[in-house]
């Protein structure tokens, strides 16, 4: 009996066929003569290794009319396992869970295009070799030159296989399918752009531009501490919800704007532009009064600077590596970079626990205001000077959390 679900189908890939697959009703040729007879030797296996098998079994099925017969003799057994018995399952699943795909698909369209038989069988010693130099020749030249010999794989879409059905799709199925689709996409628009100002700025200190390569290998050195890895490496994936993420989501545009200065929040505004920070131009003078101890100008700190600060190399005169003041740059421009965004946590802490104060507010919010004795005991414990205060807090004015430290909040207050 079948069920709803097997009408809805989940495609993975981009260019798929909104055609049901097709078998051909061409005029079949029965005629012994016109048969086409090939062996498919080669200890191949069906993963990398069995490209070439593939990719020879695809060609001889294109070299031979569509009405003929045509029997291949292979020596790989898998691949005629999952050309026949496995592939009415691997086809509900969309062939993702199969290996060479797009060589498989073809070779699947190549053979429902055909309207006469097709005999797969397994190559034994005892098996006459037909055509045998003709299909080594088609393995021989994919094996020596895999990147020149071009495969074409593009189906017809009549021929084409079905996407994955969706009563057979499980959870890790339908994300492979999604990785699938991403692998094709160009690198996301937020990581291009964080990797090219990553380059610029590092060529402004160092005079020489990184690869890709190295300014993702200098975010995984295990001299910056692990939190602040993971810090650097979701910005340069741009993974972080800020600004434009929010201003194309309906009632929640006000998310977009710095909360200080009402400019557009970018990771880059909280850390190296917002004017109205104040935290954020204390760290940077701070960092930059310590360096200028050894006598030194303090660069332009960049969102760049930043990414790829442990590739920002500074030499002498001599063009020698100063490794010592480059480690230094690195631990001042990472650290000051981590509390910049640690305070800014603690701020939006601090503007909740604000709201939740005025909701406490009865002749204004009526019936929905908060119950003072519910925001006394949720806050207890992790206020700034807390035995100072009195026992409800309520409408004491500059109640903070206590997680700054104190010289930090004397200084900033
Ligand atoms: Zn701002």
């Known amino acids: 009996m079948s069920i709803i679900e097997d009408g809805f189908q989940v495609f993975t890939s981009l260019t798929h066929s909104i055609v049901p697959a097709h078998q051909s009703q061409a005029q079949a040729n029965e005629s012994d003569t016109e048969k086409t007879l090939a062996t498919i030797s080669g200890n191949y296996q069906i993963n990398n290794d069995g490209e070439p098998v593939a990719t020879a079994i695809l060609e001889t099925a294109r070299a031979t009319p569509k009405n003929a017969r045509m029997e291949l003799s292979i020596k790989a057994s898998k691949i005629i396992k999952l050309l026949t018995k496995d592939a009415p399952r691997l086809e509900q699943l969309g062939w993702i ?5 797009k060589l498989i698909i073809a070779i699947m369209a190549e053979l429902r295009e055909r309207s006469t038989a097709t005999t797969l069988q397994v190559w034994g010693t005892n098996t006459p070799t037909h055509n045998m130099d003709e299909t080594e020749n088609l393995i021989s030249r994919s094996i020596e030159n895999p990147k020149t010999y071009n495969i074409h794989t593009k189906v017809k879409d009549k021929f084409n296989t079905s996407g ?3 009563s057979r799709g499980t959870q890790s199925l339908f994300y492979k399918g999604i990785c699938r689709i991403n692998k094709g996409y160009h690198k996301r628009r937020l990581t291009r752009m964080a990797l090219a100002m990553t380059h610029h700025a590092v060529r402004e200190i160092s005079l020489e531009t990184p690869s890709e390569a190295q300014i993702w290998k200098s975010i995984r050195n295990k001299d910056i501490p692990k939190g602040i890895r993971g810090f650097l490496w979701k910005n340069l994936h741009g993974a972080y919800r800020l600004g434009e993420f929010w201003q194309n989501i309906p009632n929640y545009e006000h998310r977009g704007t710095c909360r200080l200065c009402g400019g557009i929040e970018s990771m880059e505004h909280i850390l190296v532009e917002c004017e109205d920070s104040p935290a954020r131009k204390l760290i940077w003078k701070l ?3 310590l360096w200028c101890r050894r006598k030194d100008t303090w660069p332009n700190i960049r ?4 990414l790829g600060c442990n590739l920002a190399h500074f030499m002498d005169t001599k063009k020698k590596r100063l490794e010592g003041k480059s480690r230094l740059f690195s631990i001042l421009t990472y650290e000051s970079t981590h509390l910049i965004w640690k305070l800014r946590w603690i701020s939006t802490i601090n503007r909740r626990l604000k709201y939740d104060k005025l909701l406490t507010n009865a002749s204004r919010h009526g019936k929905k ?6 925001v006394l005991r949720t806050w207890s414990g992790v206020l700034l000077d807390e ?3 009195p026992d409800n807090w309520i409408w004491t004015a500059g109640v903070l959390v206590g997680i700054l ?6 200084h900033n207050g």
């Open 369 to 374: 205001a908060l119950r003072e004795s519910l």
């Open 405 to 410: 430290p104190q010289r930090f909040s004397e």
């Open 164 to 166: 994955l059905l969706m």
């Open 387 to 389: 035995d100072d205060l």
């Open 287 to 289: 960092a930059e009064k």
């Open 303 to 306: 969102f760049g600077t930043i």
């Open 97 to 101: 869970q199969a290996p060479n795909t």
